[in-house]
């Protein structure tokens, strides 16, 4: 499961849909969905909960999908450690984006 808050302060939810082939839908990108479902388009901060119940950090696709949601993207804050409240923006995750200059 993965939950966000956006900039405005609302919250999102979303889980993973796994299916018997690659076309399932990650928890983070759910919760996009729904972000973008109700307006909003502007992520602060997200955590994804795997199984254990610990949280986990987004995917290579889901990093890749909220890098383009906005020219402001990497600045979102994703919780890697909740124990010790250990937290990195996307920009760290995926250094070097291709698409910068598509915001230029």
């Known amino acids: 499961a993965a939950a966000l ?9 979303g889980v993973c849909i796994d299916t018997a082939s690659t076309l399932g839908m990650c928890a983070e990108r759910n919760a996009i969905a729904n972000m973008i479902t109700n307006g909003e388009h502007e992520i602060d901060k997200l955590v994804a909960v ?3 119940g610990s949280v986990g950090s987004p995917c290579g696709a ?7 949601l906005s020219k ?5 804050e994703i919780l890697t450690d909740y124990e010790n409240r250990k937290t990195v923006r996307l ?9 910068t200059s598509r915001y230029n």
Do not use: F
Request: aromatic share 12%; net charge negative; glycine share 10%.
């Open 5 to 13: 808050i956006t900039k405005a302060g609302n919250i999102y939810v």
């Open 50 to 52: 795997v199984e254990d």
């Open 62 to 68: 889901c990093r890749e999908y909220m890098m383009q």
């Open 72 to 76: 402001d993207s990497g600045e979102i």
């Open 91 to 99: 920009k760290e995750l995926i250094p070097d984006w291709w698409g």
